[in-house]
């Protein structure tokens, strides 16, 4: 079922409340007027996003930091992002950020930051099971961005397959 973007990044935004006025973090929103919809499950895509912003915010404890949340379409496809201007993560490490249980090797000088490296498996996970993709891009103490996209057609395939579920019995068996 199709939900809406802005809305699904209002409930990750009121979860995270006090961890964003704690760290003083600025969160920029850069949508579009329109409200954008995606088809597909809206509790996966508040994981997807909240493990993002979470991540953000987690690896960054400073003051100051800013996250944008945004998204946009095309006639192809819909792009959701999450960047932040933080440490960032360094490009031998970039490869394998989304592997199960990876999490980028500290200096003995920084502070421990907990987390089981599990996050952005399940979120690479998600986005590939609604027929998208996930990339990132880091330029360490500049941009870190994550970047999900998902085609028409696979919003169209599950919506198809969505509609299929929800017929009633007597009209799937009929013809
Ligand atoms: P979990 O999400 O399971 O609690 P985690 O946050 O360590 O643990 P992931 O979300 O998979 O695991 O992230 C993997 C690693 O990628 C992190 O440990 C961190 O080193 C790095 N990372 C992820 N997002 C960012 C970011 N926005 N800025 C800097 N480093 C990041
Ligand atoms: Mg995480």
Same mark, same amino acid.
């Given at each position: 079922?199709? +939900? #809406?973007?802005?809305?699904?990044? &209002?409930?990750?935004?009121? #979860? =995270?409340?006090?961890?964003?006025?704690?760290?003083?973090?600025?969160?920029?929103?850069?949508?579009?007027?329109?409200?954008? &919809?995606?088809?597909?499950?809206? +509790?996966?895509?508040? %994981?997807?996003?909240?493990?993002?912003?979470?991540?953000?915010?987690?690896?960054?404890? #400073?003051?100051?930091?800013?996250?944008?949340?945004?998204?946009?379409?095309?006639? $192809?496809?819909?792009?959701?992002?999450?960047?932040?201007?933080?440490?960032?993560?360094?490009?031998?490490?970039?490869?394998?950020?989304?592997?199960? +249980?990876?999490?980028?090797?500290?200096?003995?000088? %920084?502070?421990?930051?907990?987390?089981?490296? =599990?996050?952005?498996?399940?979120?690479? #996970?998600?986005?590939?099971?609604?027929?998208?993709?996930?990339?990132? &891009? &880091?330029?360490?103490?500049?941009?870190?961005? +994550?970047?999900? $996209?998902?085609?028409?057609?696979?919003?169209?395939?599950?919506?198809?397959?969505?509609?299929?579920?929800?017929?009633?019995?007597?009209?799937?068996? $009929?013809?």
């Amino acid at each position: 079922k199709p +939900f #809406r973007i802005r809305s699904c990044v &209002s409930d990750v935004l009121e #979860r =995270l409340e006090s961890v964003i006025h704690n760290q003083q973090a600025t969160i920029k929103i850069d949508m579009p007027d329109i409200d954008l &919809s995606l088809a597909g499950d809206r +509790f996966y895509w508040t %994981q997807v996003l909240f493990n993002l912003v979470e991540n953000a915010l987690k690896q960054n404890p #400073r003051a100051g930091l800013t996250v944008t949340v945004g998204c946009s379409c095309t006639d $192809e496809s819909t792009q959701i992002w999450v960047a932040d201007d933080g440490v960032g993560i360094p490009s031998a490490d970039l490869p394998h950020i989304f592997r199960r +249980f990876y999490r980028v090797e500290k200096h003995h000088s %920084q502070e421990e930051i907990k987390g089981t490296g =599990l996050g952005l498996s399940i979120v690479k #996970r998600a986005v590939e099971a609604h027929g998208g993709s996930i990339r990132v &891009s &880091s330029t360490p103490g500049q941009e870190t961005r +994550f970047t999900m $996209e998902v085609p028409r057609d696979a919003e169209a395939r599950l919506l198809a397959e969505a509609e299929a579920n929800s017929l009633p019995e007597l009209q799937k068996t $009929e013809g």
